[in-house]
């Protein structure tokens, strides 16, 4: 890991830390960040094995 991204993160972390008693804060702190392209491909693949299910239901 470079060290921009080291100080990318550890500024985030530390944000974090400093607002945890906002619920707000709180409330996005407790889900999982992905890269979009990971929700999307996901997404993806659940539609194709649910249609590979109903072709196999028949």
Do not use: G
């Not at 974090?16 to 960040?33: D, G, L, M, Q, T």
């Not at 094995?49 to 028949?58: D, F, G, P």
Request: charge should be positive; avoid cysteine.
């Amino acid at each position: 890991m470079r060290a921009r991204e080291r100080n990318a993160i550890n500024y985030a972390d530390e944000l974090k830390r400093k607002y945890n008693h906002f619920p707000a804060v709180r409330r996005i702190a407790r889900h999982r960040h992905l890269p979009q392209h990971i929700y999307n491909a996901r997404k993806e693949h659940r539609i194709m094995k649910e249609s590979r299910a109903r072709k196999y239901v028949y």
